[in-house]
């Protein structure tokens, strides 16, 4: 299996530079290359056959320079955004304001010519050797559209300048306005952009840097304070109010209230105490714990987290997609329009070159592809992170974009409709003694981490366990075992072999393939489920029941939900079609507990796991909700649904502002400095209404 890398870039000042590199590096022979302009990384998966140093030598060839993990941003001053951006600024105001200043000597050609000089070139070596490099693979950005306006404005007033041709032939401002004008737009998109990758560094902050570690618990225990990075699994550590969990754990002392909004939403802190699972990056709000560590670094759920969001920002949709082949094609296209422009203002409808000449630099600065690279992964990512932050993990753009036009949900009943605790209501035994069977029972559902199994053992908890060996567990029908005299014993649904097909109990359990005892359950239904349900149809989403329990279960389930559409009795391939079936109609999601539903899970366009902050939960589904609450299923619809509709409303500025700004444009309506401040404003609109999901409430 390919290896999964990271890698940070720096160099890249528009989508279309990660398009190049992306291009580039899938002409090599990767696989599989998402990079992502907003963050500067590319996520690759690196076959045997390909070195990482041969990967970082094609980017670094492109002119792009690939940083360590761990080394510091490059940082020159005179090669920032800002420095550039004031530079020309300073330069750029006498020569956009010398019709307004009182100074003649402003007028005079040699000083244009001196203040625009140091501009164009600072223009030239930003904007232009970023053209040549999108020349270089093929794959034209905005940079070249920027470079030829500045460029032909700048020796076309030039040569009139050397020629002495006249005031009419000058346009030093012009050329000097444009660079400064696109600078500052470029500046303004970086700082916004900035704000749409807020969810990583929120994330990658909660893991506290130190943590208290207990050595020789006992009398002679002594308390060490170390780097958070150095736990290991097993140690032992202390955790005093107002402290962050360094680990994820389990309580072996003390009980506290824990504040679990990262993980699962929820405002409000939890009780917790011996036994109970805590995550790292949580904070006691009061009390005093002892924390076994049982899972550190990569392995943590919060580390699980910040991986998925990661993941999540550099998967792309089919839309962007779209936008994305649209991008390739633009710049092309645009040139062709600009000398459309020059040729038929000149000899169709006589307009002298100089003005001619401006109509197409202004096409050429007005067309910006940069908004189309910017709709999807903008909005993406600050949808997917307003999601983290609330406990909803939503695995990649493709994902969020399927679930948003998610028109059916099938629904398992057990653990997701319902709590998942069971009481045992009745035995029914057929030739087997009570304690047998408490002891059949215990020793099996003890290697099952099914609701119903971890209930039974709740239950019995008491009866002394029946020793097997040979155990296995077949997800979806149940657990099998041999104990001591060769007797294999089995518990499960009505599937497993030795139960009659018409009996009508919860639970079965055989000795040899011979039914021995039948159990009747009780379950209560989740605290707002019924509501969930009733919000999910009234956003037009019909809900469906698909479970293995019996008729007069999913019945009363179903009715106590106001859900009208349910299947019982169906076995895990018969689960599997019925997703399949559902599919055919349209887009379909499954809801489960991300336990016993992996097939389905995988089967429906989207799966969904309603289960506890687990390391297996938040890798069993498409979308996880880590806090097990049904009624977080609206939220997570309500993001993937704004999120995608703020894509298609970003598409849709794109492509209207280059519909009427070009035309507009080579009409002479536009000159080239309003066409720069236009082409940056369209960039900015993109994102500050990509921003406006921060604001959404859940």
Not at 21 to 32: A, C, D, M, V
Request: hydrophobic share 50%.
């Amino acid at each position: 299996m390919p290896e999964k890398i990271e890698l940070n870039i720096e160099g890249m000042h528009c989508p279309s530079c990660a398009s190049g590199i992306e291009s580039q590096l899938k002409r090599f022979g990767l696989p599989k290359v998402d990079v992502d302009f907003a963050s500067h990384t590319a996520i690759l998966e690196l076959p045997e056959n390909i070195q990482l140093p041969e990967v970082r030598k094609q980017i670094e060839k492109l002119g792009y320079h690939v940083r360590s993990g761990d080394a510091p941003r490059t940082k020159l001053r005179f090669n920032t955004l800002e420095f550039k951006f004031l530079f020309s600024l300073v330069l750029s105001l006498p020569l956009l304001l010398h019709m307004l200043l009182p100074f003649h000597w402003l007028h005079a050609p040699w000083v244009q010519f001196a203040l625009c000089t140091p501009v164009y070139l600072l223009g030239a070596w930003h904007f232009g050797v970023s053209a040549v490099r999108s020349l270089l693979r093929r794959f034209p950005n905005m940079d070249v559209l920027i470079f030829i306006g500045i460029t032909a404005a700048y020796f076309y007033s030039l040569s009139g300048m050397l020629l002495h041709l006249g005031p009419d032939y000058l346009f030093y401002e012009t050329s000097a306005t444009i660079v400064t004008i696109v600078l500052f737009g470029n500046l303004l998109e970086h700082r916004a952009v900035k704000k749409t990758t807020s969810a990583i560094e929120d994330l990658s902050k909660l893991q506290p840097e130190r943590a208290k570690r207990i050595r020789n618990p006992g009398a002679l225990e002594t308390i060490e304070e170390i780097d958070a990075a150095a736990i290991q699994v097993g140690d032992l550590l202390l955790i005093n109010t107002g402290d962050k969990l360094p680990a994820d754990g389990e309580i072996v002392w003390g009980e506290g209230a824990i504040d679990e909004a990262i993980v699962s939403g929820e405002s409000l802190p939890v009780l917790k105490a011996i036994g109970a699972n805590v995550v790292g990056g949580t904070l006691l709000t009061q009390g005093n714990l002892r924390v076994r560590a049982t899972a550190v670094g990569s392995a943590s759920v919060l580390a699980g987290m910040i991986r998925l969001v990661k993941e999540a920002r550099s998967n792309k949709a089919s839309i962007q997609r779209l936008a994305d082949k649209v991008s390739a094609v633009f710049v092309p296209v645009v040139l062709a329009i600009a000398a459309l422009t020059l040729l038929a203002s000149m000899f169709l409808f006589g307009v002298p070159f100089q003005a001619a000449l401006l109509r197409s630099i202004a096409v050429l600065v007005i067309a910006c592809p940069c908004a189309m690279g910017l709709a999807t992964p903008t909005a993406v990512m600050v949808g997917i992170g307003k999601a983290a932050r609330a406990g909803i993990l939503i695995k990649g753009a493709e994902t969020l974009e399927q679930f948003a036009q998610v028109r059916s949900m099938i629904f398992d009943k057990t653990g997701t409709i319902t709590t998942g605790a069971f009481k045992i209501r009745e035995i029914k035994g057929f030739g087997l003694r009570p304690s047998e069977i408490g002891a059949a029972l215990a020793g099996l559902e003890r290697y099952s981490s099914h609701p119903i199994a971890r209930s039974i053992v709740r239950e019995l908890k008491d009866q002394l366990p029946l020793e097997l060996k040979e155990v296995e567990e077949t997800k979806g029908l149940g657990v099998a075992g041999v104990d001591a005299a060769g007797n294999r014993f089995e518990v499960g649904s009505k599937f497993i072999t030795g139960v009659p097909a018409e009996l009508p109990y919860d639970l079965y359990l055989t000795k040899n393939q011979k039914l021995v005892a039948a159990l009747v359950l009780e379950e209560q239904i989740k605290e707002g489920a019924p509501e969930a349900i009733a919000e999910l149809r009234a956003a037009g989403v019909e809900a469906t029941i698909l479970s293995g329990d019996s008729r007069a279960k999913v019945e009363a389930i179903a009715r106590a939900c106001g859900i009208e559409s349910y299947f019982f009795e169906r076995s895990p391939q018969q689960k599997l079609d019925m997703v399949a079936e559902f599919e055919s109609r349209g887009l379909t999601a499954f809801v489960g507990d991300g336990i016993n539903d992996a097939p389905a899970l995988e089967r429906a366009s989207v799966g969904v796991s309603l289960s506890d902050a687990t390391h297996a939960a938040i890798e069993s589904a498409r979308v996880v909700l880590l806090n097990g609450r049904i009624d977080y299923l609206v939220k997570a619809l309500k993001v993937a649904r704004m999120t995608f509709r703020t894509i298609k409303q970003n598409l849709f500025w794109a492509f209207f502002y280059n519909a009427l700004a070009i035309p507009l444009a080579a009409c002479g309506l536009l000159s080239p400095m309003i066409a720069a401040l236009a082409m940056a404003f369209s960039d900015v609109v993109v994102i500050g209404n990509s921003l406006r999901l921060r604001r959404m409430k859940l």
